[in-house]
């Protein structure tokens, strides 16, 4: 998984979700939040799931101390939320996502699909909004969507 911007092709990894992830150095960062939750081997198993995946430069926009106090083990459960909140269960392609389309989440949230022309972007629950910068990884258990914003639940 490399590059920026929407891709029209549909990238293969042969590789389930968590491999996948872990295949870019721009997701070091998603991949050390779903050890720390303990999320890895969820990622590895069935699905199919879609998952927007923040790329590191997301993770660089949190406010100051954001990232370190999810990673640490007492708030683990605060990070299985929010990791959750990141992925629906199917395998979504860009293509198939309309605007103002609503996704319900594994992490119980929604999120709310804006498009305009080729360009996709993801809403949270706040109204702050995640543009899809690569789209269609194809994962062996589903699909990744690299974002450029961390999506937060109503309760973060």
């Known amino acids: 998984m490399q590059g920026q911007g929407n891709r029209a092709e549909r990238v293969m990894t042969n590789k389930d979700l ?3 992830v872990g295949l870019s150095s721009d997701f070091s ?4 939040a779903l050890q720390a939750a303990g999320l890895e ?4 198993g069935a699905g199919p799931y879609t998952v927007f ?3 590191n430069s997301a993770f660089d926009k949190l406010p100051s101390g954001k990232l370190d106090e999810l990673l640490k083990s007492e708030n683990k459960e605060k990070l299985v939320k929010l990791l959750g909140y990141h992925v629906v269960q ?3 392609a860009a293509a198939d996502l309309k605007d103002g389309q609503t996704l319900q ?11 305009q022309g080729a360009t996709v972007s993801i ?3 706040g109204g702050n909004t995640a543009r899809v910068i690569m789209a269609d990884v194809k994962a062996t258990n589903g699909t990744v969507h690299a974002v450029d914003s961390v999506l937060m639940p ?3």
Do not use: C, F
């Open 18 to 20: 968590a491999a996948s």
């Open 29 to 32: 960062t998603l991949q050390k």
């Open 41 to 44: 081997e969820r990622a590895k």
């Open 53 to 55: 995946a923040p790329a």
């Open 90 to 92: 199917g395998n979504v």
């Open 105 to 115: 989440t594994v992490g119980g949230g929604s999120l709310r699909v804006r498009k």
């Open 123 to 125: 809403q949270d629950a």
């Open 154 to 156: 109503a309760d973060k």
